[in-house]
């Protein structure tokens, strides 16, 4: 069993900047591609970007240059670095698991991201 917490959201303005992080418990983190989602209001989850255990890494076209996925080996966390922050990056930012082999897949609870213009 995996387990997923993240940390790091709030209340910021636009134009600034909030450094996610989501600490991975339970199996071995080098066998998960480790992802970042995201809800707003009224739309569907959506990826936002995801990094695996090789450190390639891919991102939504609304983040590109603006937002940054690294993990930590050492540390079994994954974080997501936002820059720039725009209203529309507004959502409850998830982070995911995703097993190599088996493909399963695993999700934390969520924090909430608010940027106010």
């Known amino acids: 069993q995996v387990e997923l917490a993240e940390s790091g959201g709030g209340l910021v303005q636009a134009g600034d900047s909030l450094r996610l992080s989501c600490a991975f418990l339970g199996r071995t983190f080098s066998e998960f591609i480790m992802g970042w989602y995201r809800q707003a209001p009224g739309k569907e989850r959506e990826l936002v970007a995801r990094?695996?255990?090789?450190?390639?890494?891919d991102y939504a076209d609304s983040v590109k240059g603006r937002f940054s996925v690294s993990r930590d080996h050492a540390k079994n966390t994954v974080y997501l670095q936002m820059n720039s922050l725009k209203a529309e990056d507004t959502a409850v930012y998830y982070c995911q698991a995703t097993n190599l082999a088996s493909s399963t897949m695993y999700w934390g609870q969520g924090t909430q991201v608010t940027v106010s213009s």
């Open positions: 990094i695996t255990p090789g450190y390639s890494t």
